[in-house]
């Protein structure tokens, strides 16, 4: 390899490290641009500039999620290169909008490490923070993966497991102060429902069904700059027991979120991840549906325009969800479901209709 | 489903009613760039800014198609998502460049509807208008489409049929007034065709083909937000008749406009449409040729610069167009086209020669 | 074909003749973005406009192989629209940074014309020369190229065969003088290895493999304007020897490199190509591989901020780089070796280290 790097093995991670990584990104208009063609996504504070400034903000921002896929794409080289399987997100916040013309920075703190009993492998969770170049933290999450160990038989650091909140509290939500909701239009988000209009235990089906194509899955994934083997190295993948690359999870989430449109169409903005896991693989070929559920609604003291609904986001593939598919009898999840997401949401109250 | 919606049938129309579509959407120069690697597209009038502003115009305007695209995709979840079939356009008109930071938002009006004799569908005429939104028109055109009935028993509306044009008149073509073509270098648009060039009932093979691959025909009608089932649930469609979810004819149309660059490489702009049907569905996989008839050649009362010729654009699957392919001899289209399309094109004088 | 052209054949060729190549492009950021997501490349010179403007440059440059495919698609229509075959380049130097706004145009000049044995072929040089619309040299190169005679039985022109140099001297290498780079922090970049650390002889596996599919390879090629019928006509093509659109050879170069960032993530800009050729080809489905062996090394007058690398660039298909693939025993190159590409690359020196 020579001054190629091959990427971190377990015996390469203390607790307590940072890790800074590479590539700082400025992103534009091109991205939402490609975003919006990978994932058909409609929601208004997303596509219309005139919205997002009527409603306070400076412009018109990235998709929340684009902007996590590129922090987390950043952590890829660091954290999951030699990565068995990402195991799950905890305790995630978005903290601030980005906007064309941001430059978007990332870095991770090791914050727990512990072997696993076949000694070939450890977990590493860690705290990934995305910040503008400017310094303003943009979005932080936890994740934890299983990593390879580089050999069995080097010695087993003491193990550190962190504390994780199952969910985000409602006061760590973080509302920008500049995102005043006002005059909104239903003919113009598509939805009539609004905050007060969801109650805790509803569920949605999203009805719609996407496609992910081959060149699709890996367009996305390179946009975020996600290097993990997995996705694109066919020669490797086309011999391994699934016989083909895997799409990335964040592929699956993205599709997921834009087909909740139907349904969730006034979403402002993704608040927190609360935690999240990608139960089956997806393949190229699959065609994914969605549903939601609404885990907690909570309000905000001081702000009566906006509220936060806590929603469960169920990704199939191929297989609708008007009963909205889950778990097995017998436990676990069916293997038709692709990935079982907890998130807020933040959304207008109804005083907000024009 | 709870919040999520199903789509308008055939007894939800009324005629007058006007449906405001949702989303209203910003667009950009990530747009374009899309758009071209989309298509291939080489006019120079959407490729070059200092040509468009040497030609009057205040930046580079997107495609025509594109624009029309972006509206038409708009108006699909409450025209078209539960319709079994396209029939047709008429009497469309392109009012008005669009630029990069213009938002496009879009309105319907019914204007027909038939009950059809089997009593299970209906035919639905719509007057889809595209606005930027200070109130600027930007595109204006009638389609109709059949429609499945929720319930085949409900009771058939009194049937209106709306009388359409066979083709614009040229007297209502707009030809934007900022638009001054002059000193055209024909080394810089590929073509030394200017409109006294063309001469009714000429015929031109465009000659290349290009294939129209799946995840190509798919990101193209996502960035147009069209979410029309048949382009995108490949689990319901790999089950249909086709085995295959169809391409949106509105790919289909923008490819044979950018192979038409060879030989109508200095068209500035696409005035109207006169009407167009898709008359065979295509396939991911496909490889599209186009050839080109002029029909009608207009000029107008004060301007000597520009002048339009009405085109009869044709398009094949898997078929070169040297033969010009279109009828059968026991009549209606061949197998092999796709598209017949009648619109109308502006063309520079050739007194705009540099 | 009646206006449509079928470009030029071996007699169509004047040593000494200027072509001007069609569709001057005003380039964006969303092609940058779209770059991005077609290869995955992660320089940071490219992504992040703060530290190009930190090390001198007025904005975030185009990536130098995105200008170099656009300046060569412009010239595919008048130079290989008919080849048989892209024998090579030579002579090739990249003169200025391309931005955002900025409007590219093309020529080439017929330098050579040599009639091949069979009699039914030609070879035709040109050096094609890319400018800003201001006139600003952007980058300069000369190819060769292997063109059908329309008659077999017209006469052969007097051959010339343009002498042309085995690499670019370093002393003809430019420098942008904007371009000062400092504060490099290898944190950022993702390597700590500047331009002291490499040695002549050096190679480097890249490591990590990149599939190439059927709608990203035709999404590039578009991208750049290339309508060379081999990567569109599948209906031809399919019908070919070898069964499947051939992939443009820029694509495999632009992912080879985009691969190189492990291992050579300090590299600012591409300086020169000395001369490459495509020797086998790369289809839809390939997975590919690149290493690098370092060929010489150069240092610039009056400035130690920076020195320059010559680099033989190797891309395989469907094979790992560990053992540096290359040659067969026998001579000639292995099956699996797509690309073999000889470049000078620019690297800052060690005291440009923040």
């Known amino acids: 390899m020579g001054k190629a790097g091959a ?6 991670y203390a607790v307590g490290e940072t890790l800074r990584h590479a590539t700082p990104r400025t992103v534009s208009e091109g991205d939402t641009a490609l975003y919006l063609a990978l994932t058909g996504s409609r929601f208004l504070q997303h596509c219309s500039a005139p919205f997002a400034r009527a409603n306070g903000l400076p412009a018109l921002p990235l998709d929340d999620l684009l902007a996590f896929h590129i922090v987390f794409g950043k952590s890829v080289p660091d954290v999951s290169l030699n990565a068995v399987a990402n195991l799950g997100y905890a305790d995630g916040r978005f903290l601030a909008p980005v906007y064309p013309g941001d430059t978007l920075e990332a870095s991770s703190r090791v914050i727990g490490l512990k072997e696993t009993s076949s000694a070939k492998t450890g977990i ?17 999450f936890v994740r934890w993966v299983l990593v390879n160990k580089r050999d069995p038989a080097s010695p087993a ?23 005043r909701p006002r005059n909104i239009r239903p003919a113009d988000t598509g939805s009539p429902h609004f905050f007060e209009d969801y109650a805790v235990g509803e569920r949605i089906d999203h009805v719609d069904g996407m496609g992910v194509m081959e060149s699709e899955h890996r367009l996305a994934t390179r946009l975020y700059q996600n290097t993990a083997r997995v996705h694109f190295n066919d020669h490797v993948e086309r011999a391994g027991p699934r016989g083909a690359c895997i799409v990335y999870g964040g592929v699956v989430l993205s599709i997921a979120r834009a087909l909740s449109f139907n349904g969730l169409g006034n979403v402002l903005r993704i608040l927190a991840i609360n935690g999240g896991s990608h139960v089956n693989p997806c393949l190229a070929g699959d065609t994914i549906h969605a549903w939601s559920e609404v885990l907690e609604r909570a309000e905000f003291s001081g702000r009566r325009d906006v509220g936060a609904l806590r929603l469960r986001l169920v990704a199939t593939r191929n ?36």
Chains 1, 2, 3 share one sequence.
């Not at 969770?125 to 932080?140: A, F, H, L």
């Open 7 to 12: 990427g971190r093995f377990f015996e390469d």
């Open 124 to 140: 590493v969770w860690v705290r990934t923070e995305g910040r503008k170049i400017d310094g303003t933290p943009v979005v932080d």
């Open 157 to 179: 650091p003491d193990p550190v497991v962190p504390e994780l909140p199952a969910a985000v509290p409602a006061d760590r939500l973080v509302v920008p102060a500049e995102l």
């Open 319 to 354: 297989r609708p969800c008007a009963d909205f598919p889950l778990h097995r009898p017998e436990g676990g999840h069916l293997p038709e479901v692709l990935l079982d997401f907890d998130y807020w949401a933040l959304l207008p109250a109804r005083s907000c209709i024009a």
